[in-house]
């Protein structure tokens, strides 16, 4: 095979209690990318529609994570690149990582699969840290693996993939404004009282054994953060208003995706997932600012083909 078109999921970092540590793969927000092979023997990237994003690659993060990639191997097979971009970057829905996934994702499969999607998170980790300045894999590996990830340990890395129960919905809402995770890591202490880390690692545990035990109200009575969504709500317009709403209209809970701007609500059920975005929506129609309402399962698979090129 020379050419591989893929689907490059969005996905919902830390989850509410997982800072740096949980994520969860959206089922049909994403990017589109074709890649193929090239005899220039390098990495390049002809093309990149939607966003205005830089096409050298050793400034973009799916050149950095396929040069990664193509170094661990020691392999001087040459790449093109085409991102068809539809996340904004900056989103907090794992613009970023979409990208990065989905550049280790397809070089892989050209080559045969030398990697498992596990071994692959390193790589993609690379990109996030061109685009953040921080190594952290709660966006790539979701979207690499699908379904929600935890990362037990980072050195060494640990990464595991978890049970996600079947009626789980999110509901995100993106104010058109742009975060960077670089900025919104910047507003960050770097220790915690212990009174807090004791009830977010209580949290964390909570929510793993509800995702297993399909305990909906567990999950719901997890998903708090009250180490970063502290500091980082402040920049989100409405943020407190949009979580009142979408629990009176029956969420299980919410808080900041990723970085930020975005919020994002758990549900049990799409219906109630709808009600959600509608109470999400009236907070925002006064506001001034533009703004997009998704409502998406969890999807099990992470990025995936769309339409294999020519043999
Ligand atoms: N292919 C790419 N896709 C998206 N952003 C890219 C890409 N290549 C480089 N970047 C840069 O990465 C930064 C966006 O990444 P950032 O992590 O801030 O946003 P995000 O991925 O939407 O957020 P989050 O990780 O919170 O979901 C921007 O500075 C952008 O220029
Ligand atoms: N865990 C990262 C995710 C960025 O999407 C952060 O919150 O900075």
């Given amino acids: 095979m020379k050419e591989l078109r893929i689907f490059c999921p969005a996905t919902i970092a830390n989850v509410a209690c997982g800072f740096d540590v949980l994520g969860l793969c959206l089922d049909h927000i994403g990017d589109e990318m ?3 092979k090239t005899g220039s023997g390098q990495v390049t990237i002809s093309r990149i529609e939607g966003q205005d994003l830089p096409l050298e690659a050793a400034n973009n993060v799916a050149g950095v994570s396929a040069m990664a990639l193509l ?4 392999s001087k097979q040459g790449f ?3 991102i068809h971009k539809k996340i904004k970057p900056g989103s907090g829905i794992g613009s970023s990582a979409a990208s990065a996934a989905g550049a280790v994702f397809a070089i892989n499969r050209l080559l045969g699969e030398p990697f498992t999607l596990n071994e692959l998170i390193p790589f993609a980790m690379e990109g996030e840290k061109l685009a953040s300045g921080a190594l952290h894999a709660d966006n790539v590996a979701p979207a690499l693996l699908g ?4 990362v037990r340990s ?6 595991i993939r978890l049970h996600t129960p079947g009626q789980l919905y999110a509901t995100i809402i993106h104010p058109q404004i742009e975060v960077k995770t670089a900025d919104a890591r910047s507003v960050l202490k770097h220790s915690v009282p212990l009174k807090k880390a004791i009830a977010q690692w209580g949290n964390v545990g909570g ?3 509800g995702l297993y035990t399909e305990d909906y109200d567990l999950i719901g009575r997890s998903l708090h953060d009250g180490i970063v969504e502290p500091l980082r709500s402040l920049l989100i317009p409405r943020f407190d208003q949009v979580k009142q709403a979408s629990a009176e209209a029956g969420a299980l809970g919410s808080g900041i995706s990723g970085s930020g701007p975005s919020i994002f609500a758990l549900s049990k059920g799409e219906h109630t997932a709808k ?3 509608e109470a ?4 925002y129609a006064d506001s001034g600012v533009a703004f997009d309402v998704h409502v998406s399962g969890i999807s099990h698979e992470g990025v995936r083909p769309t339409m294999s090129g020519t043999p």
């Fill in 34 to 36: 074709v890649v193929r």
């Fill in 71 to 74: 170094k661990a191997l020691g």
């Fill in 80 to 82: 093109d690149m085409e």
């Fill in 147 to 150: 379904g929600f990830s935890l």
């Fill in 154 to 159: 980072y050195d060494p890395l640990d990464v």
């Fill in 207 to 209: 929510l793993v054994s």
């Fill in 275 to 277: 009600k959600v975005a």
């Fill in 280 to 283: 999400m929506t009236q907070v």
